[in-house]
């Protein structure tokens, strides 16, 4: 597939590895944010090409893995009512609840479907008028245009049974939040690529100043991921802090405008509850007051419970990058993908999801 | 959930909800929603993210960033054919 392949060829990602341990002369932590990277770096192995000095670990971009016990909760109860067609990507379906999941609820004859995109969640509610069709429209702001437009086009269609769940995340303050934190570790960043072609990047150019930390924008396959770090490396090493974009092919400085404009009608910036993280300010989208009639939060009296999370579970640690799934004494017995105990075991972004799947045996360094 | 793909638009039509276009990716053709990208044409690639384009691909940096990196792959094997003595891929090498 055009721009995919020529960005996995294994000669380039081997220049590029020697060229990193070309540059390096000490240790420096770098941390990717979203997910989908933190897979790929799995995936293909990247951590293994790479010198020792180089300390990759894993930040909070997983949706499912942030969205809160609560949130999950009151998906449950919406999903288990006999009016209510529930619709969600199937990363969810999974994701424990205080006591259950959205699986068990299926199970027990709630109506839960899955589907690849809310305009599919469109379609169920003008099927299905009689019905109340709930989306839970999760994610990063990657996802929040797509979101937006399914409740603008339900209310311009006037589709009063369709109605969202929302738990919209930001990827900023959640990397302001870990700087400024007293424990962090984290030297550069590489920041997600799909988030920032919605968003573009001024805003991660504020926190290489107020940081001094250089950040860049990187894209999805092998090579953009080592081209990301090589040029993370370069800076560190010539003491710049700057943010500079890897994924030019796709990401531009101010973003996507159109879809910037839409989210600005139908979402406002609310502070949200991070899951293993707790409340950050400014980190969400909730919708405007004039979507009301579509805001499943509102139409449904749902208790406002705060829940605890498994003891066991070391996924607020992972998160924040401060360890790393085998650290876990869960990690592969008691927390497997099909048994999970925190959401980073659970979703395809999830950071003990990628080392189960690629990384259960701890590789010998074949590198240096 | 961040997942977006590139695939080239084969064709356009406007309906009532919006532009949405035939997009080919690798063989599989799905609808997808271009309001995020009024200036796509046909022929173009679109990054696409659950059914909606966000981007509309940058084939010229793309080719730039592209070329630059096969420099350096090519630069390397050059190096390691002067310094190695594996015996990779020998068919490519007349010994």
Known sequence: MKFVDEYRKPEIARALAAEISRRVTRPWVLMEICGGQTHTLMRYGIPDLLPREIDLVHGPGCPVCVAPVEIIDKALAIAARPDVVFVSYGDMLRVPGSREDLFTVKARGGDVRVVYSPMDALRIARAERSKRVVFFAIGFETTAPANAWAVWQARREGLDNFAMLVSQVLVPPAIRLLLESPRNRVQGFIAPGHVCTVMGYRQYEMLSRDFRVPIVVGGFEPIDLLEAIHMLVVQLEEGRAETENQYARSVAREGNLPAQRLMEKVFEVCDRKWRGVGEIPQSGLRLREEYTAHDAERIFELEELSVEEPAECISAEVLQGLKKPPDCPAFGTRCTPEMPLGAPMVSAEGACAAYYQYRRVPVANAGD | ?95
């Open chain 2, 1 to 95: 959930m961040c997942l977006a793909i590139p695939g080239r638009i084969d064709s356009i039509e406007e309906t009532p909800a919006g532009r949405t276009a035939k997009v080919q990716f690798g063989g599989i053709t799905r609808e997808v929603h271009l309001d995020f990208v009024p200036e796509a044409a046909v022929g173009d690639f679109v990054l696409v993210h659950v059914g909606f384009a966000i981007s509309r691909m940058d084939a010229e940096e793309a080719e730039r960033t592209y070329q630059l990196l096969e420099e350096m792959g090519m630069l390397e094997t050059e190096a390691l054919g002067e310094t190695a003595e594996q015996p990779s891929a020998p068919e490519k090498e007349p010994q």
